[in-house]
Each structure stands twice: as structure tokens, then as C-alpha cells.
């Protein structure tokens, strides 16, 4: 049976454009995302995104990751023992307050698109490659595991159609680095399976690479399907299908964790996740938040429990 491992993102990509949490205390809001992190360690996933190191005034739905690591780091010492928590960091600003919080593994992330990447952190995508440069260096020194993300892979929502080879590239150099591997994201969920095939059959199979897809178009669960046809084993996802882009109008939508498993284990490989645990931990942040989940399991899976 094969294997293939679930990366979640909704804490952090998810929640990152969830309009409700703004209105959170920083308390209230720390209690929502550990809850919603240890909920999701708690099924089985082994790599659980949990926040960002970013500015809190341009993304307020990460404000202290610092304290929801804390949090999970004294009440849950057994998870953050034996879970990968990844934290989001732009710069060596976003590095320092990672190692402070006690963070052990971090992800970096760029994009193909200048266009993209100076709305999002004010640089070109090669300046922004020279500055995580250092980061993923001295990260990796003080024995932090590193992740790279890639955005705009297929598509720009400021410049349109990006070239299969700007990816590659992109995603060379940050291998070059010393990130352990690299997610390919489709930020404004524009891919379809023959677009996910053009890029894929430029990158060389020895590559350790993941996807990310966006269901803004309804073809996430299509496009990753047809990824792991094509050989990939690291799939992104987002609880209950939380996610979007702050800096990409129309992009809601992650691939729902729910829908992923559902169709991973209808077809036979294994994941190591609950979905049952996966499915009560989007139903505890849906309460909390007074939210209603896109992901079709999960919404059948309220049904039948009589939600």
C-alpha cells in the first residue's frame, strides 16, 4: 500500500484570510488556533503548519504565533515532541522571533511572479531569493528544519500566465539553499490537470517537491489526484477547506483536508490520519468561529451526524 503524507496548512494559510478572527481578543485568538492545531495532531498528522512570524498590522490573524507555540509546547509536550509544527517566516526578522518561541521547523516562501511577490513582501522574486538566502543558512545552522513554498506557479492574479520554466527555476534555487523540500503552489487556483503535468514534467523526479493546490475553481482535488499520478507524495490541505490568499482577490479555498483523505483512502493509500479526527477538529474551529466549511465531506459528514 502506498503511502503518501498530508501536509496541513489550514492554522496558518487557512486561517490567515478568515475575516471572523479579527474581531478575537489575542487571548480568544491564541485558544482558537492551539485548540485547532492539537485538534489536527491529535488525528494523525504529522505535519501541522501553526502560524506565521509576519507583521501583525498587514496579517492580524497571526498575531503571537509566538504564544500559540508556547501554549502547545506546555500543555501538549508529548505532540510537540513527536509533530512537525511549521511556522512561516519572511525575513531574518521573522527567523529571530521563530528561534525565540522555540520554533523547530520553519518555512520560507517566494513566488514566480514579481508582480506578485512585491504586493506580497515588497521585493522582486530575485530579491527576495538573496534575503532567505542567509535566513535558510542560519536556520538550518541553529538545526531547524526548513520548507520552501513557491506561489504563482500557475498563475499570477497581477500578471497573468507564468512560464513552467520561471518555476523551475525558482524552486532550483531554493533547493540550491538547503530547504528540504519545496511546495508548488497554485495561489489563485487557475490549474488544471494538463497544467500540473506541464510543470511537473519539467522538474526532475529526484526533486523532493509537494503541491498546493487552490479550489477556487473547483479543480484542486483533480490537480492533486493527478499530481500523485505523476509521482508526488506530499500533498498540501486545509481543514474543513479554510484558506485564500490575502494578497490574491477570488483565491479562497485550500484543497480540503477532508475531501483529500476521503478520496486518498477510497483509492487505497495510506495517510496514517483519522478523517473522523480531522472532520471533529473542523467542527470545534466552525463553532468557534461561527463558520460554515466548504469541504463537501465535510459538509456530508454534519448530515450524518445531525449538525
Known sequence: MKRLRVVEV???DGLQNEPRIKALSEEALCDVRV???????????????????VRAD?????????????????????????HRFWALVPNQKGLELALQAGAKHISVFTATSDAFNEKNVQMSVDESLAVLKPVVTEAKSAG???????????????????????????TEELLAMGVEEVSLGDTI?????????????????????????????GTAIANCLHAIEQGIVTVDSSSGGLGGCPYAKGASGNLATEDLLFMLHGMGYETGVSLEKVCEA?????????????????????GVHGF
Open 10 to 12: 489550514g492554522p496558518r
Open 35 to 53: 485548540k485547532l492545531v492539537t485538534g489536527l495532531a491529535e488525528s494523525g498528522l504529522a505535519d501541522v503548519e501553526v502560524g506565521a512570524f
Open 144 to 170: 531547524l528544519a526548513v520548507r520552501g513554498y513557491v506561489s504563482t506557479v500557475w498563475g499570477c492574479p497581477y500578471s497573468g500566465t507564468v512560464s513552467p520554466q520561471r518555476a523551475k527555476q525558482v
Open 189 to 217: 487556483g487557475v490549474a488544471t490537470p494538463k497544467q500540473v503535468d506541464t510543470v511537473l514534467a519539467l522538474l526532475p523526479k529526484t526533486w523532493p517537491l509537494a503541491v498546493h493546490f487552490h479550489d477556487t475553481r
Open 58 to 82: 498587514r496579517i492580524p490573524q497571526m498575531a503571537r504565533t509566538d504564544l500559540v507555540i508556547k501554549k502547545i509546547r506546555e500543555s501538549r509536550p508529548e505532540l510537540w515532541a513527536k
Open 282 to 302: 473542523s467542527r470545534e474551529l466552525e463553532k468557534s468561529l461561527a463558520l460554515h466549511l466548504p469541504s463537501r465531506y465535510f459538509k456530508a459528514w454534519k
